[in-house]
């Protein structure tokens, strides 16, 4: 079971509204891959293994990227109501 999975099932505040920390980090990883690709590193402990680790994804930079949009139309489509 990778991260990503495990954090569907863990809620967090985000401003004034409820998200899981899937989907947020799922948000961000795309910021990130995207500045990666552009030649630009998110921050300095940023590596794009840790993405794939936490993703369960593989490929090349643009593929992960694909994989990433991918699982958030997914998350989209597919949302659940959270329960407090």
Do not use: C
């Not at 985000?14 to 995207?34: E, P």
């Not at 590193?41 to 936490?54: A, C, E």
């Amino acid at each position: 079971m990778t991260g990503y999975e495990q954090d569907q099932k863990v809620a967090i505040k985000i401003n004034d509204g409820i998200a899981t920390r899937a989907w947020y980090n799922l948000v961000v990883s795309i910021r990130d891959v995207k500045l990666w690709k552009a030649g630009m590193k998110p921050h300095r402990h940023w590596r794009i293994t840790d993405v794939k680790n936490y993703f369960g994804v593989k490929g090349n930079t643009q593929k992960v990227l694909d994989q990433l949009v991918t699982l958030k139309e997914e998350y989209e489509t597919g949302k659940t109501n959270l329960t407090n």
